[in-house]
């Protein structure tokens, strides 16, 4: 089992930057994947970013390159993502969620272990 804990998130305005957090317990972090996904109201969940714990390789999704960063504390086991220059477009309630192993996915189904989610609210 995994338990994730997320903090961050809140109403911020266009242009604006926050960070999100979450924690991992339960199982060794680096036997881990971690994503980041994001869903909107009426729309299917998304990957936002993604980090394969053991070798730090990283994913993002096509409307966020440039402007999110994710990154892992080993030490804390603790990801984050960085989100900067947000748009009312990237209103969402965000979700970490891990996998057991290494497998390069991201697809929403292939991780079985989610937080409880953070709303993320742009204003234009």
């Known amino acids: 089992q995994v338990q994730l804990v997320e903090s961050g998130g809140g109403l911020v305005q266009a242009g604006d930057s926050v960070r999100l957090s979450c924690v991992a317990s339960?199982?060794?972090?680096?036997?881990?994947?971690m994503g980041w996904f994001r869903q909107a109201p009426g729309k299917e969940r998304e990957i936002v970013a993604g980090?394969?714990?053991?070798?730090?390789?990283?994913y993002y999704g096509d409307s966020v390159k440039g402007r999110f960063t994710i990154s892992r504390d080993n030490a804390k086991n603790t990801v984050y993502l960085q989100m900067n220059s947000l748009k009312p477009e990237d209103s969402a309630v965000y979700y970490c969620a891990a996998r057991p192993g290494v497998k390069t996915t991201y697809a929403p189904s292939e991780y079985p272990y989610w937080g409880q989610g953070t709303q993320v609210t742009v204003s234009s």
């Open positions: 339960g199982r060794p972090s680096s036997t881990l994947t």
């Open positions: 980090i394969r714990w053991i070798d730090g390789s990283i």
